[in-house]
């Protein structure tokens, strides 16, 4: 659909608007009293979220690649290149696929277009954009199964975002998944993460599934990168840089991952300024490893995250 159409359709006069973005993206642009928020249809990708007095919630690194799917008649361009920055969605799996490193990062839904389902201002004035897509034949080439999927936003002073699956084949499917949302942050070395206190992790940066406890509140020293499992509790950001605070509650969740590349890994990754670790963490909704999960034919899952921002003081 064009954005002309898009508009006339979807659009809502001084609350939702589309237009056309970095790499001819299609963007959704949402704002109510107390926030704005961005997302693309490529991927469902949330790119910003800011409440009207404060800063970016989201952190976007200046070397993103935005490009979406080419249009070539071999149908092998129907993936795009990965965002990095705001929320990416993961699915069907999370991470490195467990048996063919060849295969995306992460699934694909990130890297195809979505459709919008419906734009909509609530009776309490916030404002909610459901985008959808499903399996297909690139999509079944990758991983065998028929599936639906939707994410829904919700903007108020704070943003939800939700993303359900539905299994929409004749067998039942496992999968993981995450919300892999990017917060901006004043200094990482500057900043305490909240909740996870008792938990069971897998340090990712020594390739092996032994589980860790985290003792107190995560700080950060060096490359993070930790799934906590069977965590379904909400984690604050402190950032003492900022004088601010950022809660993220979640549901249908039991996975919360934590990473931050530090400077040797940021240095490696084309698409991520090598001065940029100290300005993000990301702290993910997910089901990952052993928390996967499984569908039954016709059966849905709902994955959601809230996010807000508290001053100090
Ligand atoms: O969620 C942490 C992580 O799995 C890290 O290992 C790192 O790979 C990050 O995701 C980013 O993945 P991406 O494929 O977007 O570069």
Not at 54 to 79: I, K
Not at 99 to 114: A, E, I, S
Not at 155 to 168: P, T
Not at 182 to 208: N, P
Request: aromatic share 8%; hydrophobic share 40%.
């Amino acid at each position: 659909m064009n954005i002309d159409t898009l508009n006339s359709e979807f659009g809502i006069e001084g609350a939702a608007r589309f237009s056309e973005d970095r790499g001819g993206l299609t963007l959704l642009s949402l704002r109510t009293g107390g926030a704005t928020a961005e997302v693309y249809l490529y991927g469902a990708h949330v790119r910003s979220y800011q409440p009207v007095a404060g800063r970016p919630v989201l952190w976007m690194s200046r070397a993103s690649r935005f490009v979406g799917p080419s249009c070539d008649a071999s149908g092998d361009g129907s993936f795009g290149k990965p965002i990095r920055g705001g929320i990416p969605v993961c699915f069907p799996w999370f991470g490195v696929h467990p048996t063919d490193r060849n295969l995306p990062n992460h699934g694909f839904v990130r890297l195809k277009m979505w459709n919008v389902a419906s734009v909509e201002r609530t009776e309490s004035g916030a404002l909610t954009a459901k985008l959808s897509t499903a399996s297909d034949s690139e999509t079944l080439r990758l991983w065998p199964h028929e599936f639906e999927a939707s994410l829904l936003l919700t903007l108020s002073n704070d943003l939800a975002v939700s993303l359900e699956i539905r299994n929409a084949g004749a067998s039942p499917f496992t999968m993981t998944e995450a919300l892999h949302a990017y917060f901006a942050v004043s200094d990482i070395r500057m900043v305490t993460l909240h909740g996870l206190d008792g938990a069971e992790y897998v340090d990712k940066l020594f390739e092996s599934d032994r589980r860790l406890r985290q003792r107190g509140a995560v700080r950060f020293t060096a490359e993070t990168d930790r799934p906590y499992l069977d965590m379904p509790d909400a984690c604050t950001i402190e950032d003492a840089g900022w004088g601010r605070t950022i809660r993220i509650e979640k549901s249908g969740s039991r996975s919360t991952v934590v990473w931050n590349p530090w400077i040797a890994k940021a240095r490696r990754m084309e698409d991520f300024g090598d001065d940029e670790w100290t300005g993000m963490l990301c702290v993910e909704t997910a089901n990952a490893l052993t928390d996967a999960v499984s569908l039954d034919p016709g059966a849905a899952h709902t994955m959601g995250m809230k996010v807000g921002v508290d001053h100090d003081g």
